[in-house]
């Protein structure tokens, strides 16, 4: 993923990663950034919460979803990072 998004010139800033899903949703919720996360995930713990776009082309078998806090405005690497995932 981030070697398609250097060929597409976006280099995203990736300041934190974790395996544990939930965290990752909190944060997400208390607007702290975006994530990349499988739907199945986002519909069980994250239903109604957020806002998604998915991804058209991604590189592995799973449906990923890039989601947020609903109804809030993203800062502007995030905001970057939403806009070229709904393009690729």
């Not at 949703?25 to 208390?30: G, K, N, P, T």
């Not at 806002?51 to 609903?70: A, S």
């Not at 993203?74 to 806009?83: E, H, M, R, V």
Request: net charge positive; glycine share 6%; charged share 20%.
């Amino acid at each position: 993923m981030l070697q398609r998004c250097a060929e597409a010139g976006f280099v995203p800033q990736v300041t934190f990663t974790s395996s544990l899903w939930d965290l990752l949703l909190e944060m997400v919720a208390e607007n702290k950034g975006v994530i990349i996360i499988c739907r199945p995930l986002v519909e069980k713990l994250y239903s109604g919460r957020g806002g998604c776009v998915p991804l058209k082309k991604p590189e592995f078998p799973w449906t990923l979803w890039l989601i947020t806090k609903k109804n809030r405005s993203l800062p502007g690497a995030a905001k970057s990072l939403w806009d070229f995932c709904a393009k690729v």
